[in-house]
Every structure is written in C-alpha cells, then in structure tokens.
C-alpha cells in the first residue's frame, strides 16, 4: 500500500469496511423512497442479497464500491506487497457478481449495478435508469 500505518492500523481500517449499509447505498434509497419506490434492503432471499430489491417488479439494484467490485480493473489493478491477495479477492467478486447477476435473470429479475462514482455524480441517471426498469416492466406486465 501507498501509506505508512502499521498492520494492527490496517487490519482495524479493514474490519471497519461495511458490506450493507453503505454511504452510497442510503443515498441511493433516499432518492427511491423520495419518488415513492418501495423496496427492500439486502433481500436474502434472492442470489446475491441485492443491495435494494423492487419486488413488485422483480428488479435488484446493486450498489457497487471501484475497488472491491473491480472497476477499470485492468487499469487500476492493486499495487503493493500483497497483490497476489488482491488480485485474487477482486477477480472472485468479479466473478461471483457475474454469477449472482446470470442467476438472477434467469429467475426472471432484471439485474441494475451502478458505481459508487455514479451514484455519487449522478444520481439522477441512476434513478431515472430505475424508474426505465419499472416504466419496462408495467409496460411488459400490460
């Protein structure tokens, strides 16, 4: 790594990193809940615990971090000591998400990921992307 902390240091940022609840996950159901979309959160009972799940219209919306879900990974692959270790948990959550988002379609659910940049920058598109989700869905249920 690029900084200068210790391993106990590391170890304890490490444990702090939350998988639900996230920053750009509540941004992302503030502006739902806003427009009147009802959901649920991390909904165990579909493949991969979507991290916003529209039931009513079969749509899982997943809200994925640069780093742990690999953006641009081939160009922003992890330098360091510890690469191997890198490399190899970021190639299997590439993988697992691949896997997570071809059984969910094939259980018939549309399938939504947007980046924390996205969300950050613009969450409008990411909404307006939803609610093209839902639009395609009532549309479909006519």
């Known amino acids: ?22 920053a750009i996950e509540h941004k992302m159901r503030k502006a739902l809940w806003h427009l009147g979309i009802r959901y649920r959160k991390n909904y165990r009972k579909l493949p991969g ?5 529209i039931t009513k219209y079969k749509i899982a919306v997943f809200c994925d971090s640069s780093f742990w879900h690999g953006r641009d990974y081939e160009l922003r692959k992890p330098i360091g000591t510890n690469f191997t270790y890198w490399d190899n948990k970021i190639r299997k959550n590439m993988d697992r998400d691949r896997q997570v ?42």
């Open 49 to 53: 615990k979507p991290d916003i799940c």
């Open 101 to 142: 988002d071809s059984r969910l379609e094939s259980m018939g659910w549309i399938v939504l990921h947007f980046w924390d940049i996205e969300i950050n920058k613009h969450i409008e598109e990411c909404i307006k992307a939803v609610n093209e989700a839902i639009l395609f869905r009532k549309i479909g249920s006519v």
């Open 1 to 22: 790594m690029g900084d200068n902390i210790t391993a106990i240091q590391r170890r304890r940022n490490m444990q702090n990193i939350k998988s639900k609840d996230t």
